[in-house]
């Protein structure tokens, strides 16, 4: 069974900056393109990055610079680095996988950027 947990969300100030993780568990986790995504308040699902099972990551524009996406294989683990926060980062942050077509996300951890 695909599990999927991300934690390290809180409270932090506008600029400040925050680290999430995801643990995985139940599939070949090095061989997976993990991704983040969030949901604020109200609104849909947004994609926010993604890293490939050799490292390589991808960003939605309006994280590019601010966040830094990285893997520990060894770990089955995925790192979510974001810095320079905005109020409108505020959001519940999940990770996803996809295994043999089926789509799992993880509980989420909840992000409030506010002063």
């Known amino acids: 069974e695909v599990q999927l947990q991300a934690f390290g969300g809180g409270l932090v100030q506008p600029g400040g900056s925050l680290r999430l993780s995801c643990a995985a568990s139940?599939?070949?986790?090095?061989?997976?393109?993990v991704r983040w995504v969030r949901q604020a308040p109200g609104e849909v699902i947004e994609w926010v990055c993604g890293?490939?099972?050799?490292?390589?990551?991808v960003y939605a524009d309006s994280m590019k610079g601010r966040f830094t996406v990285s893997r520990d294989n060894a770990k089955n683990t995925v790192n979510l680095q974001m810095n320079s926060l905005k109020s409108e980062d505020t959001a519940v942050y999940y990770c996803?996988?996809?295994?043999?077509?089926?789509?799992?996300r993880g509980q989420g951890t909840l992000v409030t950027v506010s002063s």
């Open positions: 139940g599939f070949t986790f090095s061989s997976q393109y």
């Open positions: 890293v490939f099972s050799d490292g390589d990551s």
């Open positions: 996803e996988v996809v295994v043999d077509g089926v789509r799992s």
